[in-house]
């Protein structure tokens, strides 16, 4: 198991503008999952993507994988007030247990 | 999605008192349960995993002998904070895997007064 590293830490933006977050690991994954937390709930599973998916949309939400780079990127497209939350990566295997960094702070003004 | 119910969502106990929460996958089974602690302003902290039908594995300082785990079915876990103590107040997670990914419940916020 092993824990993704959210990048960056906080991320301030308007309503309607896109909100951009990365996560690196150190080895190779057989998929990675981004969560999202609002403050004092569980976390929510907002999508799922393979080690041979480059991208996957769900909604507003697209995310890459770059297995050669180590690295996932979660784009949120036309931002709304409710989209402010914590954002979390866990890279791993089907067998893995999920380990979590600190995530990303986004919070997004009207 | 896949559902993972938590019950209670949130608990005050006296201390010395045991306290116990309930992790169910709804309409998915899960062999393999996760709990998490998470401290305001943290990340969650895997405390335990749990296995249907053996002993859960524990993380690294985290005593057995306090938080009980028993996974007796294929769609519930249970987490008992035994003897609690103010400092065990904290918000707990349980996380369900399944064949789409590992899901979560909504944490369960304990206050041990």
């Known amino acids: 198991s092993q824990q993704g590293e959210e990048d960056p830490q906080a991320l301030s933006i308007q309503e309607g503008e896109n909100a951009t977050m990365n996560c690196s690991y150190k080895?190779?994954?057989?998929?990675l999952q981004w969560y999202r937390q609002n403050s004092g709930r569980g976390l929510v599973h907002l999508i799922l993507?393979?080690?041979?998916?480059r991208e996957k949309h769900s909604g507003r939400l697209r995310v890459t994988l770059d297995t050669s780079k180590k690295s996932s990127s979660l784009l949120i497209t036309a931002s709304r007030a409710a989209d402010t939350a914590s954002y979390f990566c866990?890279?791993?295997?089907?067998?893995?247990?999920?380990?979590f960094g600190t995530g990303t702070r986004l919070q997004v003004f009207p | 999605g896949a559902v993972v119910s938590q019950h209670p969502s949130r608990v005050i106990c006296k201390s010395g008192t045991s306290v116990k929460i309930e992790c169910r996958s709804l309409?998915?089974?899960?062999?393999?349960m996760f709990w998490y602690r998470q401290f305001p302003k943290k990340s969650l902290m895997l405390m335990a995993t749990?296995?249907?039908?053996?002993?859960?594995?524990?993380e690294q300082g985290v005593e057995k002998d306090k938080f009980l785990i028993n996974h007796a079915s294929l769609t519930l876990s249970t987490l008992t904070v035994t003897s609690a103590h103010p400092e065990d107040s904290s918000f707990y997670i349980c996380?369900?895997?399944?064949?789409?990914?590992?899901?979560f419940g909504q944490g369960t916020r304990l206050t041990v007064v």
């Open positions: 996380s369900a895997r399944g064949g789409a990914g590992s899901f």
């Open positions: 080895t190779s994954i057989n998929n």
């Open positions: 993507i393979r080690s041979n998916e």
């Open positions: 866990a890279p791993g295997g089907f067998t893995d247990k999920l380990i």
């Open positions: 309409d998915f089974q899960a062999t393999t």
């Open positions: 749990s296995n249907e039908g053996s002993k859960a594995t524990y």
